[in-house]
């Protein structure tokens, strides 16, 4: 008996899974909600019947306008759930992956670091949605309009006021070499307990963020000035203690991680403007870290 020929209809719907679950994470910040938005998509696709899909002449086309739709719904009530957040709400840091290990792979680029998606999170879910559909993924505005659910000319306004957003919060940053020596740098400081090294590293009007969910013990608000930091830095080691700090590609930049027995507890990002540490993301809610203990 011959096997059953592949259906070449489910390869083309399945290949567009990676490209989706690189906008649901733009647009969400969060991986697990971006796989949670594209096995939706795909549930709906199914329901349909062959007849409604065969008539469908770009499936990729309407599996991005579903998937952009649900993401800008999830957005509008993340406002909602974040105002009962416990602390800090910070984007769920992404590790390198060997190439081929999840089909999922998210494309590490500047529109995911974590100082990017920062920003992208003082935006209304409009402007996020309609920025990161035309300005990342090169969708035309008639397109995008379909999507927001408004006119072409005013989903080019929302685009025009998340690039003001982007354009003012940005810092003149180093090469990713020179980036990697000051985390390097960091990194030692931190270990050795070096105040003054520390100090040196950090930018006078330096911020950090940490994230913990509700889950463990972390900063609430954001600590400014780098005596601050310094000193919740050298408590976090003291609190925490036989940790191992490890460099790490953090969203594609160079970052660091903290582990305690080989469990990640800690991944931190970094924003570096010129020679100094602009801004520190120190993410602890486990519910985002799956990814950084290897199994």
Known sequence: ????????????????????????YRLLGSLADAEDIVQETYARWYAMSREEQDAIESPGAWLTKVAGRLCLNVLSSARVRRETYVGEWIPEPLPDL???????????????SMAFLVVLESMTP?????????????????????????????????????????????APTSGQARQAGIVRDFKQAWEA???????????????????????????IKPVEGVEQIVRGLTRFTQVLRDVTILERAVNGRPGLIVQRGGVTVTVCAFEIAGDRIKHIWAVRNPDKLRLWTAP
Do not use: W
């Open 98 to 112: 060997p190439e081929g290990d999840p089909a999922d792979r998210v494309t590490l680029d500047e529109s995911v």
């Open 1 to 24: 008996m011959g096997s059953t020929p592949p259906d070449p209809a489910l390869a083309v719907i399945m290949s567009e899974r990676r490209h989706l679950i690189n906008l649901g």
């Open 126 to 170: 409009a402007e996020r949605v309609a920025f990161i559909l035309h300005d990342v993924f090169r969708y035309p505005f008639a397109e995008v309009a379909e999507i927001v659910g408004r006119s072409p000319a005013a989903c080019r306004q929302l685009a025009t006021s998340a690039r003001r957003r982007i354009r003012d919060a940005q």
């Open 193 to 219: 307990k070096d105040i003054n090294a520390l100090v040196a590293l950090l930018d006078p009007a330096a911020t950090i963020t940490a994230d913990g969910g509700g889950m463990v013990s972390t900063l």
